[in-house]
């Protein structure tokens, strides 16, 4: 069955350091989505993106942050200079349409950040 | 965005039925009723969705109020692997908005 996939698992920083967070969506899916999750806290929606720039993005999602579709098959979120409040659990998920009855977002493992 | 309100916690024992209740007074008209779910260290995972009419898939059914105010997920035989927290969400059919989550239904599957 077709999956997203995020690298790395974990990574951990220094604080102030810049961190490239990578997802491959599935392949046939045209909406790429990150979320974070601070732990014991809610799933949060940060940003979304279609057609090679961002469709949504929530007010987490300020100038430190930036995401890239390099290539045709990575979906890439950057974080600059980071903070220990960026440390979270940062998931990827794509779907093949916005809405309706194909809209279902598929959700990767997750990248676990931790910020010193 | 509409909200949905979903009990903290729910306990089964495993092999009967679950039945996950959620709110949704304010929904509108083109509002679609999405169930996703998050096992322990684990992304979120789809679920089933519906829009008026009850929906079965191999995961579970989504039984939908004939006024759309309140839907109900069931789990026909409650696994350990179903111990998860279930998330109720509204979203426009149009997709134009984000899947937003809230705090879920705490569900511990008891063997």
């Known amino acids: 069955e077709p999956e997203v996939t995020q690298t790395p698992s974990h990574q951990v920083t220094q604080m102030g350091q810049e961190v490239i967070l990578r997802c491959v969506p599935i392949?046939?899916?045209?909406?790429f989505y990150w979320y974070r999750q601070i732990l014991g806290q809610k799933v949060e929606f940060l940003v979304s993106?279609?057609?090679?720039?961002?469709?949504?993005k929530s007010e987490i999602f300020d100038d430190q942050f930036s995401v890239e579709r390099p290539d045709g098959s990575n979906f890439t979120l950057k974080i600059r200079s980071t903070k220990l409040e960026d440390s979270a659990m940062y998931f990827c998920?794509?779907?093949?349409?916005?809405?309706?009855?194909?809209?279902?977002?598929?959700f990767g493992e997750g990248s676990r950040l931790t910020v010193l | 965005d509409a909200k949905t309100t979903q009990p903290n916690s729910m306990e089964s024992n495993e092999e009967e039925p679950v039945h996950l209740p959620c709110n949704h007074s304010?929904?509108?008209?083109?509002?679609?009723i999405h169930w996703y779910r998050q096992l322990p260290s684990q992304g979120p995972e789809y679920v089933i969705h519906?829009?008026?009419s009850n929906v079965n898939n191999r995961m579970a059914s989504l039984a939908i109020a004939e006024d759309r105010k309140s839907s109900t997920l069931i789990l026909h035989r409650a696994t350990l692997r179903d111990a998860a927290v279930y998330y109720c969400?509204?979203?426009?059919?149009?997709?134009?908005?984000?899947?937003?989550f809230g705090k879920g239904t705490r569900l511990s599957v008891i063997a």
């Open positions: 519906g829009l008026t």
């Open positions: 998920a794509s779907s093949e349409s916005a809405g309706g009855n194909t809209g279902e977002l598929f």
């Open positions: 392949s046939n899916h045209l909406y």
């Open positions: 969400i509204l979203r426009d059919r149009s997709g134009n908005t984000p899947l937003v």
């Open positions: 304010t929904i509108s008209g083109t509002d679609y």
């Open positions: 993106f279609y057609n090679n720039e961002i469709s949504e």
